[in-house]
């Protein structure tokens, strides 16, 4: 086969036959061989998913799909590729795994290899960031149907016009996760890989079909472009704005915690759920569309996201009854991890263009701790948020990774360590300056156990306790009220706050298995906390490193 090569012949931009015949061109496909669907609406991705194993369309409208052996990411065997314009910018280590420029030229020819066997491929042409001025055009070039609709989905779909013009992308995904891995490949550790070369602006994923690959890569060029190139924050985050005065607020966590939940909130307009940029101007999306997790998902506690599963939508992993098609959202028999993607105009309060000219008024961190330790809210002094970011602790939630069955703790700095590009320090540094510049308040939120712990059979916190609390933020009641020490961890805890049973706020007054037991499962956690902050410390401000647990 003859490697991937670019073609200096000229095409008229306003011509899509024409695009794709280029396309055709550098792909080496024979016509007769191989049927090219570029931005295909969902009817017709709809219709060829069709024929591929096990997906099937919901009583809602739904596409169903499956991913295959792989239901979570792999970050594991995620590789950035060492070369001389990027290396000295990239954060090394477990989470930025280097692979050479030889064994990514293996992998780039052995994904193109795969693609060109098939009778049909597709391409996604659209963009990644809703500010014209920074946005970044990609091209995604895969061989399931299921896929293409996912990132139509998930990025910003171009206008006709704006296809038309699309021209050369400034980042192309060469998606062949059907197809494995050679495991004897020098940098390799399994048949999976998922490899991003920033000199090329490339990704090529081998061995996985989970869709969230395709998304998180975007993401990850994404946390260095912008930082690097604009200095621009990248955020893991969700954000939305209120409609009578037009405040922003920013939520920090990673998936599991809720923040894709917590921003679809109908009193509020939804800028985007997962990744964002704050610019000089303002923030924006990344995204185009929501990738909400689905266990447990019922109209009475997620309506919006409930109602945004029907025709345009893909369910991924989810089991269903095979007669009428109904989805079990409370079943895990297959993971935990059951997902959802959907355009974000799906749901009905989102702000198109997904874009805020104001800055953040209110920075909330979320983290979902099973030990039951922390509070459902507490206020941060500004060393306090750049601890707790810094940090990023959450108790990982069961399927949301490769392994992953039920909750355990972990600290992903920035509340995104696996997507990071960076050094955590530089996006922290970024983050204390604009805080400061906006004076904006901030927030610690559990959205997960209190008052008991996960392996105690306690109960995470209510859905509808964590509204009032946000409702109590972003109405301005909740910073007027009386607040408490929370000892070991030092955090300021109402006393109070509307709607929320008093006997909740604070776990240190109402642990279930008494005191002795919540100071030692205190302790526990703060030593956690302290031990993985060792390796930040040297780089910390004494402010900072202050604003740590006190055992």
């Given at each position: 086969?003859?490697?991937?090569?670019?073609?200096?012949?000229?095409?008229?931009?306003?011509?899509?036959?024409?695009?794709?015949?280029?396309?055709?061109?550098?792909?080496?496909?024979?016509?007769?061989?191989?049927?090219?669907?570029?931005?295909?609406?969902?009817a017709?991705l709809?219709?060829?998913?069709?024929?591929e194993?096990?997906?099937?369309?919901?009583?809602?409208?739904?596409?169903?799909?499956?991913?295959?052996?792989?239901?979570?990411?792999?970050?594991?065997?995620?590789?950035i590729?060492?070369?001389e314009?990027?290396?000295?910018?990239?954060?090394?280590?477990?989470?930025?795994?280097?692979?050479?420029?030889?064994?990514?030229?293996?992998?780039?020819?052995?994904?193109?290899?795969?693609?060109?066997?098939?009778?049909?491929?597709?391409?996604v042409d659209?963009?990644?960031?809703?500010?014209?001025?920074?946005?970044?055009?990609?091209r995604?070039?895969?061989?399931?149907?299921y896929?293409?609709?996912f990132?139509?989905?998930?990025?910003?779909?171009?206008?006709?016009?704006?296809?038309?013009?699309?021209?050369?992308?400034?980042?192309?995904?060469w998606?062949?996760?059907q197809?494995p891995?050679n495991?004897?490949?020098?940098?390799?550790?399994?048949?999976?890989?998922?490899?991003?070369?920033?000199k090329?602006m490339?990704?090529?994923?081998?061995?996985t079909?989970?869709?969230?690959?395709?998304?998180?890569?975007?993401?990850?060029?994404m946390?260095y472009?912008?930082?690097?190139?604009h200095?621009?924050?990248?955020?893991?985050?969700?954000?939305?704005?209120?409609?009578?005065?037009?405040?922003?607020?920013?939520?920090?966590?990673?998936?599991?915690?809720?923040?894709t939940?917590?921003?679809?909130?109908?009193?509020?307009?939804?800028?985007?759920?997962?990744?964002?940029?704050?610019?000089?101007?303002?923030?924006?999306?990344?995204?185009?569309?929501?990738?909400?997790?689905?266990?447990?998902?019922?109209?009475?506690?997620?309506?919006?996201?409930?109602?945004?599963?029907?025709?345009?939508?893909?369910?991924?992993?989810?089991?269903?009854?095979?007669?009428?098609?109904?989805v079990?959202?409370?079943?895990?028999?297959?993971?935990?991890?059951?997902?959802?993607?959907?355009?974000?105009?799906?749901?009905?309060?989102?702000?198109?263009?997904c874009?805020?000219?104001?800055?953040?008024?209110?920075?909330?961190?979320?983290?979902?701790?099973?030990?039951?330790?922390?509070?459902?809210?507490?206020?941060?002094?500004?060393?306090?948020?750049m601890?707790?970011?810094?940090?990023?602790?959450?108790s990982?939630?069961?399927?949301?990774?490769?392994?992953?069955?039920?909750?355990?703790?972990?600290?992903?700095?920035?509340?995104?360590?696996?997507?990071?590009?960076?050094?955590?320090?530089?996006?922290?540094?970024m983050l204390?300056?604009?805080?400061?510049?906006?004076?904006a308040?901030?927030?610690?939120?559990?959205?997960?156990?209190?008052?008991?712990s996960?392996?105690?059979?306690?109960?995470?916190c209510?859905?509808?306790?964590?509204?009032?609390?946000?409702?109590?933020?972003?109405?301005?009641?909740?910073?007027k009220?009386?607040?408490?020490?929370?000892?070991?961890?030092n955090?300021?805890?109402?006393?109070?706050?509307?709607?929320?049973?008093?006997?909740?706020?604070?776990?240190?007054?109402?642990?279930a298995?008494?005191?002795?037991?919540?100071?030692?499962?205190?302790?526990?956690?703060?030593?956690?906390?302290?031990?993985?902050?060792?390796?930040?410390?040297?780089?910390?401000?004494?402010?900072?490193?202050?604003?740590?647990?006190?055992?």
């Amino acid at each position: 086969m003859s490697p991937i090569k670019a073609s200096n012949t000229p095409i008229d931009p306003t011509d899509s036959n024409q695009v794709e015949q280029k396309i055709r061109q550098e792909l080496d496909l024979s016509k007769d061989v191989t049927t090219i669907r570029r931005n295909a609406p969902a009817a017709i991705l709809y219709e060829d998913a069709l024929h591929e194993r096990n997906t099937i369309i919901s009583s809602t409208g739904a596409l169903v799909a499956y991913s295959g052996e792989k239901t979570g990411r792999s970050p594991r065997d995620k590789r950035i590729v060492e070369e001389e314009t990027s290396k000295d910018d990239i954060w090394w280590g477990p989470v930025n795994k280097p692979c050479s420029e030889r064994t990514w030229s293996i992998n780039r020819e052995r994904a193109a290899d795969y693609l060109r066997t098939r009778d049909h491929l597709y391409i996604v042409d659209a963009f990644a960031g809703w500010d014209p001025e920074y946005r970044i055009k990609v091209r995604v070039v895969c061989a399931r149907a299921y896929h293409a609709l996912f990132m139509t989905n998930m990025l910003i779909r171009p206008t006709q016009e704006e296809l038309a013009e699309f021209g050369e992308p400034d980042f192309t995904v060469w998606n062949a996760g059907q197809f494995p891995a050679n495991f004897h490949t020098q940098d390799m550790s399994s048949k999976t890989t998922i490899e991003i070369n920033f000199k090329a602006m490339e990704m090529v994923i081998l061995g996985t079909e989970y869709a969230g690959e395709m998304k998180k890569g975007i993401f990850t060029v994404m946390f260095y472009l912008m930082p690097v190139h604009h200095n621009i924050l990248t955020l893991h985050s969700s954000a939305n704005q209120g409609i009578r005065n037009g405040d922003v607020t920013l939520f920090f966590g990673l998936s599991g915690t809720g923040k894709t939940t917590l921003s679809a909130d109908p009193h509020r307009l939804l800028i985007g759920d997962d990744e964002h940029c704050w610019s000089d101007k303002g923030v924006f999306n990344i995204e185009g569309g929501c990738y909400a997790k689905c266990i447990n998902l019922s109209h009475e506690k997620e309506p919006e996201i409930f109602e945004a599963i029907k025709y345009g939508s893909i369910l991924e992993n989810v089991i269903y009854d095979p007669k009428t098609r109904v989805v079990h959202y409370d079943d895990s028999t297959l993971t935990e991890n059951t997902r959802c993607a959907y355009p974000i105009e799906f749901i009905p309060s989102a702000k198109i263009p997904c874009l805020a000219d104001t800055h953040p008024s209110n920075i909330i961190l979320l983290t979902c701790d099973a030990s039951g330790v922390l509070p459902p809210v507490s206020k941060l002094t500004p060393e306090q948020v750049m601890y707790h970011f810094i940090s990023g602790y959450t108790s990982k939630m069961a399927g949301t990774e490769q392994g992953v069955t039920e909750p355990e703790p972990t600290f992903s700095s920035c509340f995104g360590q696996p997507f990071l590009a960076l050094h955590p320090i530089r996006y922290a540094t970024m983050l204390a300056k604009k805080i400061s510049k906006h004076s904006a308040n901030a927030w610690l939120i559990n959205t997960g156990w209190t008052g008991s712990s996960y392996v105690s059979g306690g109960k995470r916190c209510p859905l509808k306790y964590t509204r009032a609390i946000l409702d109590s933020i972003h109405d301005g009641s909740l910073a007027k009220q009386e607040f408490e020490t929370l000892p070991v961890f030092n955090l300021q805890v109402p006393t109070n706050v509307n709607n929320v049973p008093k006997e909740l706020l604070n776990p240190a007054k109402n642990w279930a298995q008494g005191e002795a037991k919540y100071n030692a499962a205190v302790s526990n956690l703060a030593s956690l906390f302290v031990e993985n902050f060792k390796i930040y410390q040297d780089k910390a401000t004494p402010e900072v490193l202050a604003a740590a647990p006190r055992i």
